[in-house]
Nanobody
Framework: QVHLVESGGGLVQAGGSLRLSCAAS????????MGWFRQAPGKEREFVAA????????YYADSVKGRFTVSRENAKNTVYLQMNSLKPEDTAVYYC?????????????????WGQGTQVTVSS
């Protein structure tokens, strides 16, 4: 069982930045690839970014490429999502998720564990 807790969400003006954190329980964190997903009101959940267990490989949605950066500190069992140049359309609840495979994945169905989510609101 893996327990995930996100933090760092909030209200920010367009063009601003936020850094989300996701702390994970467990002793084999580096064996898990991690993903960030988001869901806006009335919309389906969508992929944002994913990172491999080693941190060497990362994938991004086209909508965030060049603005968001995913990283991880395995010694701290934590994954981060640095969000820069935020836009109102980035407003959503952001979720981190983990899967027991070292390779990263964009497929939400491949993730076993999910956090409770953190709200990000970008005002225009």
């Amino acid at each position: 069982q893996v327990h995930l807790v996100e933090s760092g969400g909030g209200l920010v003006q367009a063009g601003g930045s936020l850094r989300l954190s996701c702390a994970a329980s467990g002793r084999t964190f580096s064996s898990y690839s991690m993903g960030w997903f988001r869901q806006a009101p009335g919309k389906e959940r969508e992929f944002v970014a994913a990172i491999s267990g080693s941190g060497q490989t990362a994938y991004y949605a086209d909508s965030v490429k060049g603005r968001f950066t995913v990283s991880r500190e395995n010694a701290k069992n934590t994954v981060y999502l640095q969000m820069n140049s935020l836009k109102p359309e980035d407003t959503a609840v952001y979720y981190c998720a983990s899967r027991p495979y070292a390779l990263a994945s964009r497929n939400s169905n491949s993730y076993n564990y999910w956090g409770q989510g953190t709200q990000v609101t970008v005002s225009s």
